[in-house]
């Protein structure tokens, strides 16, 4: 008896535990695939949700609307409506979208949540979204692709300096378990919010470096993403703190802690992997406040660096701080720019609110004779940005 | 105006980017914390949704239901519903819950969801849980203590007799970098559906892992989580099958393939990581499928573990699968017992739909003389019941 059915009563009784949808799948009521990305690049969201009045989609592809806040008006993605189908299933189909990787969530009736069919996600600080990825350039270089694999590993180091142990995520490159060579290393920042996941998941770090490199385009190398916000031992739900809300106000955040505690992350990075440690093997790069945060530290040791990535940076610190760290902007940034580096790199979208401070930081660099190299893109403060910005700063690293 | 905003700036134009929620919190509207764990264990689950005419929470903790289907009577989690509040906010408190992590889902007028406000989730095949821990015994076992961290990581393998390389996920306990020690491995096998990120997930085992040693209960081990799904190189989503919607169909499971190439894995792992390499310092275990693959692996190749763990196992191939592994059952598992082991382990739920195939085994073990452990728990075939078993197996192992 058990023989003959256990394929089956395997599949019943795994099924039955857990989950309704996939009971329909067996026993022949529809399977809904939400989201299909159409062969156009159109994408079609589908939702079973016969008792409800309206289903909608909102994303960042769904039309923009504006909002008022007391910061001033932002533009934000606005809903998008399903319409209810003959067979009692809601369906929008979007217009035809450009590659990229895509965020959303769906909302019944008010009720505000991921998309049930479909169980790729990513958080980003107290929400989480449904994603897809539509095909093309960049959808390729963010995409798994049967080419050679680094390790990403979750590790945690000695921070003397903050009294406590915390997580780290590291990649390393394909074939560096098994050379006997040194690799250089990019120390990748998140922004505000994040956290030492925030790149490997949002910014799909192992999968653009693992294209990269087998395209020839990027050097190998170690990446290493820190968590930024001293006051956490590691990311939200991987600490001791449990399950707890994750939150954007944490305590010692840019007050110069991370940049004065940033000599133990690469103490340890270069006492633990097989690495190069010469200014020319060691470039850092940030979103956000992480990108304040590579500024400073590249700075404050500006002898240290020969690559410095700013991505949507964040340049002066909140009035109140008091840090040595911020005391000497002007003369430890000539002293950078004295002590030679191969490269210092901005990147900023033509929207963002950080804007008008990265054309007064430009300024500034123009008038010191700081060279730098600046990509300006379309759209704001957001991942999309930042994927292509870290696309755009890795193959010039280590050359 | 940039500095002294600037934290302010940030927040506003990162939230207002992402997350409705989080406006909520910063202009002042209600944040609704869901799930809470109260101080006498009861769990309070809230859910704005003021257009929904019903809201309910189905979970492992909700009351059972029974339900027919083609393979018979199976008892399932049932909805509860929540009431509306005065304040337009619907919540529901459970009864006193038992210290274990726990899985939900929220239905909002028919639509079944993740809870919006719980960041933490699981995914098992194809659906996706929102999840919490209350503490106590096990709850307190499951959570990141302030204790040494183990290093976990994704790696990718060569399988020449799966024609692919494929990715295993690697936990290695606290100080192994920095030692020069050889440490024991276990290898710990999924279910059906399952893969590689089901036990450091589901399982919580880097959890388990870092508390048992900490507490001294564990001898420190290596933990190599392998995928059992020859089809697959990867896990749903880590894969060059881009976000396909997971499945539990897949071709080549539980037909000899796992189990003829796992010597690849246990190569890999010699090779790769300093590692005793003795039959006394190697385990395997798993659950369900990956009892099966635990039980045969360990007969077929007979002198290569002195632990063998059984959590929940299937026990005969599917009728009609033809290979070798399979053709000398009972002369393999003779031999397995002539030539000595330490522990072999089975633990089962008695409500567990392949209990009747654990009897008869057991009774074919007994009439044999073969020695073994039995644990027998309430309930079936869940995670509740596989986290408890590798807390069981864990510590008899390597002493």
Redesign the interface.
Known sequence: M??????????????????????Q?L?GAQQI?SPQVNADNTVTFR?????????QVVGDFTPKKK?K???GE?E?AGPANLEKGADGIWSYTSEALPSDLYTYN?I??????????????I???????S???VPGDKGNLY????V??G??????YDSPGNEM?R?MTIYTPPGY??SKESYPVLYLLH???GDEEAWINYGRTSQIMDNLIAQGKATPMIVVMTNGNVAQS?A?????L??E??N??LPH??DGKFEETFPEVIKFIES?YRVKTDKADRAIAGL??GGFHSLHISRYYPNTFDYVGLFSA??????GVKSALYEDFDGTLKAQMDNGYKLYWIGMGKSD??Y??GVDFRAKLDSMGMKYTYMETEG???WTNWRVYLSEFAPQLFK
């Open positions: 058990m023989k003959k059915n256990l394929l089956a009563a395997f599949i019943a009784a795994v099924l039955l535990s857990f989950s309704a949808e996939a009971q799948a026993w695939i939702i079973d949700a016969v008792n409800a009045d309206t289903v909002m806040t007391p910061f932002f934000v769906i019944v009736d008010g009720f505000k949540s991921t998309d049930p069919n479909n169980v790729y996600m958080r980003d600080v107290s929400s989480v979204f994603i897809f990825i995409s798994v692709k049967d050679p694999h390790t990403v590993a979750r590790r945690w142990t997580r378990e098994n922004g505000m919010g590691a939200p739900g991987e600490s001791s449990g399950f809300k994750p954007m106000m955040t840019m633990n956000s406040m964040a340049i002066l610190p909140n009035e609110f950080l008008k401070s704001g403060h957001t």
